[in-house]
Nanobody, 115 residues
Framework: QVQLGASGGGWVQPGGSLRLSCTAS????????MAWYRQGPGKQATMGAR???????NYTDSVKGRFTISRDNAKNAVYLQMNRLKPEDTAVYHC?????????WGRGTQVTVAS
């Protein structure tokens, strides 16, 4: 059974950094795009960063220049390096993967940016 497991969330002060990790497991024949979505308090989930299998990246405007998405195809893993964090980055971050031509989301990890 396909699963996505994320880790690395936590509390950080404004201006700080965090690194999120997510690994896909279970019956994977093909892992295409991977991404990080985030859902702030009282808001809908939106795409934060996305990466294709070949490494092409796409970011929402609010994180450009601060966040970097990367992946390791050998490990079926995706990462999100978040720098210069702001209070508005506070959200539950969900890992996404297009696995075996289906959409999967992992359980979220909480990121809190506050003094």
């Amino acid at each position: 059974q396909v699963q996505l497991g994320a880790s690395g969330g936590g509390w950080v002060q404004p201006g700080g950094s965090l690194r999120l990790s997510c690994t896909a497991s279970g019956g994977i024949f093909r892992l295409n795009d991977m991404a990080w979505y985030r859902q702030g308090p009282g808001k809908q989930a939106t795409m934060g960063a996305r990466i294709t299998r070949s490494g092409t990246t796409n970011y929402t405007d609010s994180v450009k220049g601060r966040f970097t998405i990367s992946r390791d195809n050998a490990k079926n893993a995706v990462y999100l390096q978040m720098n210069r964090l702001k209070p508005e980055d506070t959200a539950v971050y969900h890992c996404y993967g297009e696995i075996n031509w289906r959409d999967y989301w992992g359980r979220g990890t909480q990121v809190t940016v506050a003094s």
